[in-house]
């Protein structure tokens, strides 16, 4: 029988390598797979260029990979966060390279690697400087960019339901980026609040099928839809004070 599931999320991390691209799905905390991103901080790879909407919402998780010098470039649609200004001092440091794109345009080619679609055109940006230096077309009375699709080495994406298969459910608007990221990566880990027996999830009710994920583990919150955020701040709290010192 096919089993996707691994025990730890560190035993999820084996394999990723310096240099990866990582996509990382979520929206600030919603949706965000914090436990697989603390993971690959202890496990240790650098040199990552990480894609997804924003690189961080305060210390940890996104924000501490990227304190440690182990992000070289990002894709995203916002870098700084108003919790935190470490994205901002990095870049200006040099220590960091951003290529800004809009939100929608993101989402798009996350979607088109996913699909193999190698590229496409978009009116988003077109006449900006974020359009500048890309091949442009002018179509029936509008000028469009051409923008390329994304795939990364590794996704990491926050599920609400797994099975041992890898097929996928989610929760509101933790849905996000997750599914987009989780088609369009070589390698997939998903940490799952709720993991169920091949069979016990609707079919309907499935948005990335197994075919797309190839290792899951289970990371329940305990049942508090706060615990893991407590959890995460207690975290980073004691992180910090092992910086200082």
Known sequence: MIDKTVRTAAEAMRGIADGATVLVGGFGKVGEPRRLIEALIEHGAKDLTVVGITMGHGPGCLERLMALGRIRR?????????LSDT????????????ELVPQGTLAERLRAGGAG????????SAGTLLGAGKEQRRLGDRDYVLEHAITGDVALVEAWQADRFGNLTFRAAGRNMN????????LTVAQAEHLLEPGAIDPDRVVVPGIFVDRVVHLPYGGDPRAEDRRIEAAETAMQGSDAA
């Open 117 to 124: 679609i190698p590229a496409f055109y978009t009116a988003t």
């Open 87 to 98: 994205f901002e001092r990095m870049r200006a440091d040099g220590r960091v390279e951003l």
């Open 74 to 82: 990002c894709i995203a649609s916002w870098g700084r966060s108003r």
């Open 179 to 186: 599914p987009l990221c989780a088609m369009a990566a070589r």
